[in-house]
């Protein structure tokens, strides 16, 4: 059974960071793509960033580059999403998806 746990958000203020980890299990982490997406309210999800399984390519929304980014530690089945210079507009819940499987998200928000 794929399971993927996502842990790390909270209440920051703009400017601030955050790290987010999704911890990982009941596939073979290493050959899978991981993914981070967010939902705001009233929004749809979108992508955030997303990582092969080999570790080497990334992407990211245009909204997020240049301060947010997306590891994983294959040995730890955990992939991680480092957020910098956080904006209230980042505020959502963040979820991790890999293996047609989601988390159950974590809330972040952005506020002074």
């Known amino acids: 059974q794929v399971q993927l746990m996502e842990s790390g958000g909270g209440l920051v203020q703009p400017g601030g960071s955050l790290r987010l980890s999704c911890a990982a299990s009941?596939?073979?982490?290493?050959?899978?793509?991981m993914t981070w997406y967010r939902q705001a309210p009233g929004k749809e999800r979108e992508l955030v960033a997303r990582?092969?399984?080999?570790?080497?390519?990334?992407n990211y929304a245009d909204s997020v580059k240049g301060r947010f980014t997306i590891s994983r530690d294959n040995a730890k089945n955990t992939v991680y999403l480092q957020m910098n210079s956080l904006k209230p507009e980042d505020t959502a819940v963040y979820y991790c998806?890999?293996?047609?499987?989601w988390g159950q998200g974590t809330q972040v928000t952005v506020s002074s």
């Open positions: 990582i092969a399984a080999a570790g080497g390519s990334t």
């Open positions: 009941g596939f073979a982490f290493r050959e899978y793509l």
């Open positions: 998806h890999a293996a047609n499987s």
